[in-house]
């Protein structure tokens, strides 16, 4: 029989991401509409180490649906990678009387996750809140959504003043392992080429599309780049390779780095969170364990972490030809 859950921990973990105190909002107020008592660990993994805690109730998480950031701080810690970090962690939840944890976070997370799973009988329940969207157990992780619009909004600037000067720029959006980012806010942006790690472009064909573009009459032209992106050259290189190759180009690099995981969360990833949350505590409440939730086919669904893990979460590789067709 499921051990009873009185007590649900939750904490955030891992890169930041608007909508993460939307999502630990839910959390605490799911578990004061049940009647569970809710406890939240500062700095993911590393306060569980350290017992780092606060009690949590339904007014705590007040005017918190619209912040960015998280109140419980996030952090990545190499302790937990550690059997011992992960023993103190067990310990520590058992002291307290935790009985369950919503676990909020990324990949790095929920690998986190399946192993405390698999050494301890704590229940744990994944949920994906990453701007990076590389989750295969979800379409949508939380925080994804916000980045996008935030990327838009930014490149939207960028094209204003590329084309008062006629210059190129290259600009670099986050996503150290998907394009996720770069793919999406390049064809939404109108971007005349998309770099991203799935799909390696070529130097070649790089210099080929501008050049087409120079000739179709264009004065000026956006590049998004995924950081991520495996043509060989950050940025910058890539920068300096298009003004050594095409001197007709006034080429510029801009860089939106960690702008992109704050903000006030969009309503998607604020109703993302909330239903999201809602479901894993209910989850563990009916006995549930070692799952992470995630929208599919705009279901809320339970996944194994395997699953949810697994490489391959497949980019829509139709937007690059959308995107060529479009930069005509
Ligand atoms: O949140 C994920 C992510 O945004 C990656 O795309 C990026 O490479 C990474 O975080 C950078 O995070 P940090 O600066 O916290 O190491």
């Known amino acids: 029989m499921a051990k009873e859950i009185r007590t649900i921990g939750v904490m955030t973990s891992g890169g930041d991401a608007p909508g993460m105190n939307a999502a630990i909002r839910a959390v605490a107020r799911a578990c ?61 939840l058992k002291e307290i009387g ?20 698999e050494e301890y009988d704590i229940p744990v329940i994944g949920v994906p809140g990453t701007i990076d969207n590389d989750i295969a157990g979800t379409n949508y992780t939380i925080g994804y959504d916000t980045a996008l619009n935030t990327v838009i909004d930014a490149i939207d600037k960028i094209r204003d003043t590329a084309s008062s000067h006629d210059r190129l720029f290259f600009i670099e959006v986050m996503g150290r392992d998907a394009g996720f ?24 064909r790089l210099l080929e599309s501008l050049k087409r573009s120079k000739r179709s009459g264009k004065s ?3 590049v998004v780049v ?17 003004t050594d190759n095409l001197p007709d180009y006034d080429v510029r690099v801009t860089v939106l780095g960690h702008m992109q995981r704050g903000g006030s969360p969009s309503c998607f990833d604020r109703t993302l969170a909330s239903r999201l949350c809602v479901k894993a505590v209910e989850l563990l409440l009916d006995g549930e364990k070692n799952v992470m939730v995630g929208l599919l086919d705009n279901k809320v669904t339970a996944t194994t972490f395997e699953v949810g893990l697994k490489e391959g979460h497949e980019i829509n590789k139709e937007l690059l030809r959308i995107s060529d067709i479009l930069s005509t």
């Open 226 to 242: 995924s950081e991520g992106d495996k043509i060989g050259k950050n940025v910058y290189e890539l920068a300096d390779y298009v």
């Open 181 to 204: 980012i770069a793919l999406n806010s390049g064809v939404g942006a109108g971007a005349e080429e998309i770099l991203i790690p799935e799909e390696d472009l070529g130097l070649e």
């Open 220 to 222: 000026s032209s956006i």
């Open 32 to 92: 004061a509409y049940y009647n569970v008592k809710c406890i939240g660990f500062y700095r993911g993994y590393q306060g569980m180490i350290e017992g780092d805690h606060c009690i949590m109730n339904a007014r705590s998480v007040r005017n918190i649906i619209s912040r960015g950031g998280t109140i419980l701080k996030s952090a990545r810690s190499k302790d937990f990678e550690t059997p011992e970090g992960r023993k103190k962690a067990a310990d520590h």
């Open 98 to 117: 935790v009985d369950a944890m919503v676990l909020i976070g990324g990949d790095g997370t929920f690998r986190g996750g399946k192993i405390f799973s």
